[in-house]
């Protein structure tokens, strides 16, 4: 079963400060996972999880991951921005973007951070770009095409997905990166998301090394790093049993003294690009139920929206939710959970077996540490919550303001009549 890791008592605390919705953040949760990840793979020696920005950008919650030796994962300029604002620079960062516009690779170089090529065709983009030269330390992204399957039946459809390159163009990508004076090499894939199972990075493992192996024999490059990069995947629905990340740790150890080692290639490094299973389970959006409406079938309406977690509306995805205060109460009553945007699909959840919910009660949707805020849009004007930080004391520390109306008018800031608006906004604030 799903336990909130906070009370009513505390969250009613917390919103006479910071009024609902808000996303919490569980810093114990968060430091004591990451270690658990480090621990799992401290039999590799040069193991680094790149957190994966895009999942949580926040220069808070980076910072707790930097102390627990993580690195970054960036896919755009400002992930690379805010990496560097935390001090994480040179290989604490890993830029794996795709599409990649020709001043981010200026700037990742800029900064230090490993470039990992989404495609053959970006190398002489990106040689150009930085001035016909190229880092010493590259890394490229693979795609073997296909499908990906697993024995519990999970799969990913690698064949379909726009992301890497050929075994064949990798092939030749190290050789022209090799002869634009490249010295350290990676290899990156990413194959299946939201993996629940523990085979899917010794299966993807597998695969990498014996590639590896074959790339340093036919290309003579040293393979420095084998990226696994994301898609450890976390249960979100209730009676679904988690990763065992020391069990996945194992695993892959398993591949490595497999493949890797009796081809003397044993000083190779491992990286993993996580961040669902970093931040998911340890996040959560908080909000307050504020109507309720009873047509052809029972509606909640909360203070939160599709805007601040869009999981459910986009894919569909299962939140799990507690009503804070009636954990131990019958889930005697069946209800959509919906916020306030004009569209069908703004529900939390469709025909949901809950307790009986009062206006007022908190509702605690799980599991939306990571792509829930981070996904956040403006439709409708609505805007973003704030972000608070619950800390290992009990206390809790603002890590993100709410968004206000100023800031969703700022960029009229270019027409003339701004000052109309700004008269607006004062009579206001
Ligand atoms: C999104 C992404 C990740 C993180 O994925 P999770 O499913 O959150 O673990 C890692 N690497 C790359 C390149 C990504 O695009």
Redesign the pocket.
Known sequence: MKKAFTTKEQVEKIAQQYPTPFYLYDEKGIVENARAVREAFSWNPGFREYF?V??TPNPVIMQLLKKEGCGF?C?SITELMLSKSIGATGDLIMF?SNDTPAEEFVYADKIGGIINFDDITHIDFAYEALGNRMPETISCRYNPGGVFQMSNGIMDNPGDSKYGMTKEQLIESYKKLKAYGVKHFGIHA?LA??TVTNEYYPMLAGQLFELAVELEKETGCDIAFINL?????IPYLPDQEGNDIYEIGKGVKEQFERVLVPAGMGDVSIYT?????MLGPYGALVTKAIHEKHIYKEYIGVDACAVNLMRPAMYGSYHHITVLGKEDAPLDHVYDVTGSLCENNDKFAIDRNLPKIDMGDYLFIHDAG??GFAMGYNYNGKLWSSELLLKEDGSVELIRRAQTPRDYFATFDCLPMFSELDKVLKENE
């Open positions: 994966a895009k999942a994962d896919s794996s990413f998301s939201n990069s994301g898609g450890v995947g690009e996580m961040g669902r299973y990571a792509h």
